[in-house]
């Protein structure tokens, strides 16, 4: 007994050491591996609204850009307009036979907070679950994708960035439509990486990256980035594909969140394939 | 004042360096300055304690989930060892700052540079996680080291008084 006091003694300083340690470490890996509370993060009420009050300060600097963004934004989606469009001719008439349905409603959001050096890097956004922003809820910016919903709080939320080790979207190549899984190294916040397509497809460089849709989280088709080289995996007959993203993510400001009104029924229907299907 | 020195360095690393982004993976952070301007004759057990909750609020605001505190934790328990090897000769006068202006540039080079080069090394090390990008996580550490170090001298300056000489 004495002796174990004398160790503690002559250790203590290492022991508590050890026990600070011990508790910042399991912080980072249960955060790391699975969101579990919401506060000690950026979406806590009060480091949030600091952050909304530094962002408030920022925002200025990039509301010319912002505001092209915007404008481009418009003009394509007037375009779309049915006043826009002239009748051919006379005798042709459009019908509208089919019933459409709206599938994503969007919410619109600020980045208030962001790293891009980060092996895994977050954005903070001003909107919460108060918002109608839920965990698991795609964003996307009008140059392409941002990233997936990883916590929220009630005014505030987390976005897991496409720069991250496993973002693992699903996205498609034009013209073929052949799709792989978005990967980002870890380096350059301008490039990322989509693997899974076999060698023996040939792809143009410049040619779009957009999102598959596959899991419901992304509509089909917001655009990622553009192909610009391909490398080959050694041992592995598949395609390292370089990409450029679209968005730069230095200097995001306005997202949308999406909120996919008919994921409930697509997870519904996809439970029903057998479980040795799947992997 | 440590207390404004805590406020000053929190707001410093959160509202400014944090924002900043210089590229090649350099992230600056100069709260292990604060670390190392405690006074020389402060106590460990409330050293770590006080780098732990440093660390701890710059994790919360800047989604780290513990990687600061940790890496400060780290940088805290080495800095007693490394600063009695290079202690002069009669000691240090505990009444006195370890600021560069008093200690001199050489001095803080081999003390606080060792200190930064821990505190970084662990960060980015944790960080990352992986093997296969050591030679990234290297180049990382010493880039953001050095940057970090020319910043942290450019505040002391900036910020404390050079002592009258006797």
Redesign the interface.
């Known amino acids: 007994m004495r002796n174990l006091i004398a160790f503690l003694e002559r250790f203590k300083?290492?022991i508590?050491?050890i026990f600070?340690?011990v508790?910042?470490?399991?912080?980072?890996f249960s955060?790391?591996s699975y969101p579990r509370g919401q506060?000690?993060?950026?979406t806590?009420a009060i480091?949030g609204t600091?952050?909304n009050f530094?962002n408030d300060f920022?925002k200025f600097f990039h509301l010319e850009e912002n505001n092209v963004v915007l404008q481009q934004e418009n003009i394509r989606l007037r375009k779309n307009q049915l006043s826009n469009y002239v009748k051919i001719s006379s005798e042709l008439v459009q019908k509208n036979d089919t019933i459409y349905k709206q599938h994503y409603d969007f919410i619109p959001g600020k980045v208030i907070?962001s790293?891009?050096?980060?092996?895994n890097n977050?954005f903070?956004l001003n909107i919460g679950s108060s918002q109608g922003v839920r965990v698991g809820m795609g964003v996307f910016s009008d140059n392409g994708v941002v990233g997936i919903i990883y916590m929220t709080s009630r005014y505030f939320s987390?976005v897991k960035s496409v720069l991250s080790e496993n973002s693992n979207l699903d996205v498609e190549i034009q013209p073929t439509g052949i799709h792989g899984y978005l990967k980002w190294g870890?380096?350059n916040p301008q490039r990322g990486s989509v693997i899974g397509i076999s060698t023996d497809i040939k792809l143009k460089k410049n040619s779009l990256v957009y999102t598959r849709g596959g899991s419901g989280i992304f509509p089909k088709g917001i655009p990622i980035g553009r192909v610009e080289k391909l490398l080959p995996i050694e041992g592995k007959p598949i395609w390292d594909v370089v990409i450029k993203f679209s968005q730069d993510y230095?200097s995001i400001q306005n997202v949308y969140v999406i909120k996919n009104l008919m994921q409930e029924e697509q997870k519904k229907l996809e439970a029903n394939i057998p479980a040795e299907n799947k992997k | 004042m440590p207390i404004l020195r805590f406020l000053g360095v929190f707001m410093l690393q959160?509202?400014v360096f944090?924002?900043l982004?210089p590229g090649f993976?350099?992230?600056i952070m100069i709260y292990p300055l604060f670390i190392a301007l405690l006074p020389f004759n402060n106590n460990?057990?409330s050293m770590?304690?006080i780098s732990?909750f440093l660390?701890?609020i710059i994790?919360?605001?800047?989604?780290?989930?513990?990687?600061h505190?940790?890496a400060a934790?780290?940088m805290?328990?080495a800095r007693p060892p490394i600063y009695n090897n290079f202690s002069p000769r009669d000691g240090y006068d505990n009444l006195k700052l370890p600021t560069i202006l008093r200690m001199g540039f050489r001095w803080h080079l081999v003390t606080f540079g060792p200190l930064l080069l821990i505190h970084h090394l662990w960060f980015f090390a944790?960080?990352?996680?992986r093997l296969d990008?050591l030679f990234?996580t290297l180049k990382k550490t010493f880039l953001s080291a050095f940057i970090t170090f020319i910043v942290c001298m450019i505040l002391q300056y900036i910020f404390f008084k050079k002592e009258k000489s006797r």
């Open positions: 300083i290492f508590y050491f600070l340690q508790i910042a470490l399991s912080f980072y955060y790391i506060f000690l993060t950026s806590w480091s600091f952050l530094q920022i907070n790293t891009i050096t980060r092996r977050y903070t987390l870890g380096t230095r | 959160v509202f944090n924002a982004e993976g350099i992230h460990v057990f770590l304690t732990f660390g701890f994790d919360i605001f800047s989604n780290t989930f513990g990687l505190s940790s934790l780290a805290a328990i944790l960080e990352s996680f990008e990234f």
